[in-house]
């Protein structure tokens, strides 16, 4: 979640569809404290959910299994052999965090009656079906000008349904809370309870399109 120099990008949604927008790089990622108490934070969020994808990420995880394959036109990168339950509720604790936050940038996080329910299952690392909060990443392009970004959580409305979406560097994931029309596209690729997800690559010409439409910003 850096560039060379080791800094942080940020950019916010509003800056991302001007020709030239303001990019931050700050020496450390956004925090506050106090927001989890401190086991919560160590041995719930820390301990369970994001050493196991530290783990991922760095290689260090054995059991997981990635092969490139590609669908008609799209290049797709399968995992195989995926904790579904500490891979989905990391990323639903980011949101969860988000929405106690009280900085600025996460304002758009608001999770109204799934507050409770994502809490409960963030804290007791519950199971939930892979069609409940239905979780999809998207890989950018190599070349892509998106690759450095970490953007906050954001929030848009697919038809009446709500879905939250965020940059993490090459990444774009996707959260649906329930089935619409464009969640019923991506369901084959979802992460399913088996442990495996579909990850298409998004090539360059179209990604602008496609995560501006996430951001409700076009």
């Known amino acids: 979640m850096y560039d060379k120099n080791h800094k942080i990008i ?5 800056e991302i569809i001007k020709k030239n927008p303001k990019i931050s790089r700050a020496s450390s990622g956004v925090y506050e ?7 919560c934070e160590s041995k719930i969020i820390s301990g369970n959910y994001e050493t196991y994808l530290a783990d991922i990420i760095s290689g260090k995880n054995k059991n997981i299994k990635c092969t490139q394959e590609i669908s008609g036109e799209v290049q797709t990168i399968k995992i195989d052999n995926l904790d579904y339950k500490r891979f989905k509720n990391f ?8 929405d106690i936050c009280s900085f600025e940038e996460f304002n758009d996080v608001n999770l109204g009656p799934y507050h409770e329910k994502i809490r409960k ?19 950018l392009d190599k070349k892509s000008e998106f690759n450095q970004l970490i953007v906050q959580p954001f929030k848009s409305k ?9 940059l993490l560097k090459d990444y774009l994931i996707i959260i649906n809370f329930k089935e619409n029309k464009t969640s019923k596209l991506m369901k084959e690729n979802r992460l399913k309870q088996s442990g495996q997800i579909v990850i298409p690559i998004i090539p360059k010409s179209t990604e602008k399109k ?5 951001m409700d910003l076009i």
């Open 210 to 214: 496609f995560i501006l439409t996430y």
């Open 121 to 139: 299952i963030v804290y007791e690392n519950l199971t939930t079906t892979d069609l409940e909060f239905q979780l999809n990443i998207f890989k």
């Open 158 to 166: 697919l038809e009446t349904e709500t879905c939250y979406s965020f």
């Open 91 to 98: 990323f639903l604790s980011i949101l969860f965090r988000a």
């Open 10 to 14: 940020k950019v916010s949604t509003d």
């Open 33 to 39: 404290g106090n927001l989890l108490c401190s086991d």
